[in-house]
Every structure is written in C-alpha cells, then in structure tokens.
C-alpha cells in the first residue's frame, strides 16, 4: 500500500510587523494528514476563510517553504527539511489547479501554448508526440484540440477554461492534482461539470485530488477523505461519510449546520396569511 500523501507535524509561521512589535501567525500548526491506498483517492481540505487550506496546498505545491515538517507524495519526500526533489520530476507527479482559471492564463499568450509548454518541458516530448498528449488530455475533459487551438483565455467561459486548466494537470499523468477551490469562480450551475470530471479522472487517469474547497455539499459527494481545518489546525480528519455523518469535533458540526437544508422551507416558518410587511419583517430577521 503506498502513501498517497503523508504531512508530518507542518507548520507554517508569518511574521507581521516589525521588531519589537511583530506578531507570529501560525497558518499552519501540526498538520498531520496521512492518505494511503493502493487505489486512486479525493481527499477534501474544507474550512472557512483563513483556516489554512490554501496555505496547506501551496506548502505541498512548494510555492512557500514550510517553518517546519515534512510533506511525502508517492512515497517521496517532496517538502521539508532535506527535501531535493528535481523541479521537472516533482511536477510529473503533483499538478496544480487554482481557484481563477483567468488568472492561470495570461490574457496575451493562447491556452494552446500553455499545454503544448507544459507537453515538452515537463514530459519532454517532440512536438508530433506533445500534440497527441494533449489531444488526450481535452478529450478526456470534454474538449477538442481543434476548438482549443489559437484561441485567447476570453474566448472561453469559465468552465471551459477550467476544463483547460484540468487538462493541462492532466498531461503528465500526475499522482496528486491539487485542485484549490477550482469551482467557486464558476457558474453554479456548472459547478457540477467540473466535480463529476474528477471522479471520473480518478479513476480513467489513476489519479488522486488534494481537494481545497469551503463547500461541505460538494465535498461530501465527491470525497473518500476529509480533513477539516480550523485556525491552522486539523481538527477532524477520516473517512468522508464518517467524518460528516458522524462529526466528533464542534467546529465540524458548526460548519454542518452552516448548510442549507431542503427540508427547512419557508412555510414551515411564514404565517402565509399575515400581511405582507410582517411576512417580509420575519424572512429580514
């Protein structure tokens, strides 16, 4: 059985201000996550705002040095004290997706040429070769090279370039894609799309998803692990229909009761036969 992701007592500090008047902020205190399976997995990080989500996914990603601790993907040791993982070797096996698909792509450079870049200098392929992997990696998101082709990041909705930015994780065929809020920048309704590609990738690519997102509903659905996060901390981490069915900490069954529920309706609440201005005074308050 192998690690699909291992962190080890993470810690991440900032320091505000300056001498003598600087305050320690712990983005990340004792993080300790443990994933392993023989099979592909999605494992969520949720919490509110300022938790420690996107600072636990750019750690991993080796976008800022943790203060201390370790992070293993696939077994390997990838950030850390003694962590010298090659730049090209360690994006073959962790990709990033992030939050803003038109942030990810400069407006002046065509979306075609960041996979073709990211076809030959990661997998190093020839150019007959890199076309024919990301032919591979649009078709399993829904998309065609040729509609793709010369066209600029404004050419596409959100979910399309979101797509993109799926498939462009997709090329190398990585063991971890880190995905940090992909679907809040896009349209509700198409929210789902995305989702339900990931299960689907999971399995066709054999590839598992560090999930970051502040949305319990879409967690539950897609996820085999949850780890929630509160003020730096993990304060609930396991199997995801245990940990949301079955909460063991306040702060998890805070953000569970956070959710809408269908079953609470506005008849059950409203005298329907009150005046108006009431009815109005009562939904306000």
């Not at 990603?61 to 850390?80: F, N």
């Not at 399993?140 to 799926?166: H, I, T, W």
């Not at 880190?178 to 509700?188: C, F, G, L, R």
Request: no cysteine.
């Amino acid at each position: 059985m192998k690690t699909i992701i291992k962190t080890e007592n993470l810690n991440k500090e900032y320091i505000l201000g300056g001498f003598p008047r600087n305050i320690k902020i712990n983005a990340l205190n004792d993080v300790n996550i443990t994933v392993a399976s023989d099979e592909p997995a999605i494992i969520s990080v949720v919490g509110e705002s300022g938790s420690g989500k996107t600072t636990l996914a750019k750690t991993i990603l080796r976008l800022v040095e943790p203060t201390s601790g370790q992070v293993h993907i696939s077994d390997q040791l990838v950030a850390g004290k003694g962590a010298q993982p090659d730049h090209t070797e360690f994006l073959r096996t962790v990709q990033p997706i992030f939050q803003n698909p038109f942030e990810a792509f400069n407006r002046y450079r065509t979306v075609d040429a960041y996979l073709y870049e990211t076809a030959t200098r990661v997998l190093q392929l020839d150019p007959i070769e890199a076309v024919k992997a990301i032919e591979e990696a649009l078709t399993a998101v829904g998309l065609e090279y040729k509609d793709v082709r010369g066209k600029y990041p404004n050419q596409f909705s959100g979910g399309e370039l979101q797509r993109a930015s799926v498939a462009r994780a997709l090329i190398p065929h990585p063991t971890l894609i880190i995905a940090d809020e992909p679907v809040s920048m896009i349209d509700a309704s198409r929210r789902m799309i995305i989702i339900n590609l990931f299960l689907a990738l999971k399995q066709e690519f054999n590839t598992s998803f560090l999930y970051i997102t502040h949305d319990l509903a879409t967690a539950y659905y897609i996820s085999d692990y949850i780890a929630v996060m509160n003020r730096g901390r993990v304060v609930e981490f396991g199997e995801a229909k245990q940990v949301l069915q079955d909460p063991q900490h306040d702060y998890t069954r805070l953000l569970l009761n956070s959710i809408p529920q269908l079953s609470r309706k506005w008849a059950d609440e409203i005298d329907w036969g009150a005046p108006i201005g009431a009815m109005s005074e009562r939904v306000m308050n």
